[in-house]
């Protein structure tokens, strides 16, 4: 499967890379991408490319937060055609469940989706790639974007409640609290921006109802890009889903629009089963969080959506021949030897 994302993420590489002593171009094709992704918003490249090449580039410029600074510059249109519609939406929650409709446009990988508490909401930001490490430079530039988004219904003064990242903290966080503010939260269970219930709900002064109509009207226009199947879509629908404890395939059927006899029908269609899809997608995310030393064996168990601590135990022998606190062990004494 090969995950793709749209170009754009690279518009503001070019200005940060040549400010960190990186040449762009020759990054570009150490990597493997054409040079025109640098100044063409709407090509499709593979998400592990961008992933590298970030990656890359903040290790040649000994920048840990190359990311975020790309993300510090990101503007609403740089969503690209999408960026009306979401402007003239009547709240927040309105324009993320938009962005959530028309995430074909943007990315195969990155995932927003939103979960109520009583007077807060968590905005995940989900990445979806076949590395069980994503990478900090492509998950800081995801919540630095979806932060863009935030700040342009509520005001740029406006300050997230907190912004948490599962990854470990960077030697300095001068980026980080310029950006966010001082509430950054390192080797999280999750990566996302946490809001109050108000502002999630706030009313749009600016909001116009017949340019939101004619924005969704344009986009429905637009040709379709397949993504490569149905089991690409569920693997998204289970990184959501599984840390709120919810993988039945009538919910997964449901965040879908199909019901669950037609989602198993399409699956198996294609030689696939809902069962072996579930236990994929918790194999990443095990190696995921386990790798993460601020997340307990038991944290990771509820982040996979089981609700004992035994049967994840159990299931994860079962795929790795070891439990859970041997494999964390090992990977930590290999990594010291």
């Given at each position: 499967?090969?995950?793709?994302?749209?170009?754009?993420?690279?518009?503001?590489?070019?200005?940060?890379?040549?400010?960190?002593?990186?040449?762009?171009?020759?990054?570009?094709?150490h990597v493997g991408l054409d040079?025109?992704?640098?100044?063409?918003?709407?090509?499709?490249?593979?998400?592990?490319?961008?992933?590298?090449?970030?990656?890359?580039?903040?290790?040649?410029?000994?920048?840990?937060?190359?990311?975020?600074?790309?993300?510090?510059?990101?503007?609403?249109?740089?969503?690209?055609?999408?960026?009306?519609?979401?402007?003239?939406?009547?709240?927040?929650?309105?324009?993320?469940?938009?962005?959530?409709?028309?995430?074909?446009?943007?990315?195969?990988?990155?995932?927003?989706?939103?979960?109520?508490?009583?007077?807060?909401?968590?905005?995940?930001?989900?990445?979806?790639?076949?590395?069980?490490?994503?990478?900090?430079?492509?998950?800081?530039?995801?919540?630095?974007?979806?932060?863009?988004?935030?700040?342009?219904?509520?005001?740029?003064?406006?300050?997230?409640?907190?912004?948490?990242?599962?990854?470990?903290?960077?030697?300095?966080?001068?980026?980080?609290?310029?950006?966010?503010?001082?509430?950054?939260?390192?080797?999280?269970?999750?990566?996302?921006?946490?809001?109050?219930?108000?502002?999630?709900?706030?009313?749009?002064?600016?909001?116009?109802?017949?340019?939101?109509?004619?924005?969704?009207?344009?986009?429905?226009?637009q040709p379709r890009v397949r993504?490569?199947?149905?089991?690409?879509?569920?693997?998204?629908?289970?990184?959501?889903?599984?840390?709120?404890?919810?993988?039945?395939?009538?919910?997964?059927?449901?965040?879908?629009?199909?019901?669950?006899?037609?989602?198993?029908?399409?699956?198996?269609?294609?030689g696939e089963s809902y069962s072996?899809?579930?236990?994929?997608?918790?194999?990443?995310?095990?190696?995921?969080?386990?790798?993460?030393?601020?997340?307990?064996?038991?944290?990771?168990?509820?982040?996979?959506?089981?609700?004992?601590?035994?049967?994840?135990?159990?299931?994860?022998?079962?795929?790795?021949?070891?439990?859970?606190?041997?494999?964390?062990?090992?990977?930590?004494?290999?990594?010291?030897?």
């Open positions: 499967m090969t995950t793709f994302v749209r170009s754009a993420s690279l518009t503001k590489y070019s200005d940060v890379a040549r400010v960190l002593g990186v040449d762009p171009v020759q990054m570009v094709r040079q025109a992704c640098l100044y063409t918003p709407d090509l499709r490249i593979p998400e592990a490319r961008l992933a590298e090449l970030l990656e890359v580039s903040a290790k040649s410029s000994d920048c840990q937060s190359l990311g975020l600074l790309m993300a510090e510059s990101w503007r609403l249109s740089d969503f690209g055609a999408i960026s009306l519609l979401l402007q003239q939406q009547p709240t927040l929650r309105h324009a993320l469940s938009q962005l959530k409709n028309y995430d074909h446009l943007l990315s195969d990988s990155v995932a927003v989706e939103v979960t109520d508490f009583p007077e807060i909401a968590v905005v995940h930001v989900v990445l979806v790639t076949e590395r069980p490490d994503p990478g900090r430079q492509v998950v800081e530039l995801a919540v630095g974007a979806t932060l863009s988004l935030v700040r342009t219904l509520l005001g740029v003064p406006w300050r997230p409640r907190s912004v948490h990242f599962s990854h470990s903290a960077p030697a300095s966080l001068q980026i980080h609290r310029r950006l966010f503010g001082p509430m950054v939260e390192f080797d999280s269970e999750f990566d996302g921006i946490v809001v109050s219930q108000h502002d999630l709900d706030r009313l749009n002064s600016l909001a116009d109802v017949n340019l939101a109509r004619y924005a969704k009207e344009f986009l429905d226009m993504r490569d199947s149905m089991a690409d879509d569920v693997r998204r629908s289970l990184h959501s889903l599984l840390p709120r404890g919810q993988h039945a395939i009538e919910l997964v059927g449901q965040d879908l629009g199909l019901s669950p006899r037609s989602l198993q029908r399409r699956l198996e269609q294609a072996s899809l579930i236990s994929d997608v918790r194999s990443k995310l095990a190696l995921r969080h386990l790798a993460n030393p601020g997340c307990s064996v038991s944290q990771v168990a509820g982040l996979l959506g089981f609700s004992e601590v035994s049967a994840f135990s159990r299931w994860f022998s079962a795929q790795f021949g070891m439990s859970p606190t041997d494999w964390r062990r090992d990977t930590r004494n290999r990594a010291a030897g």
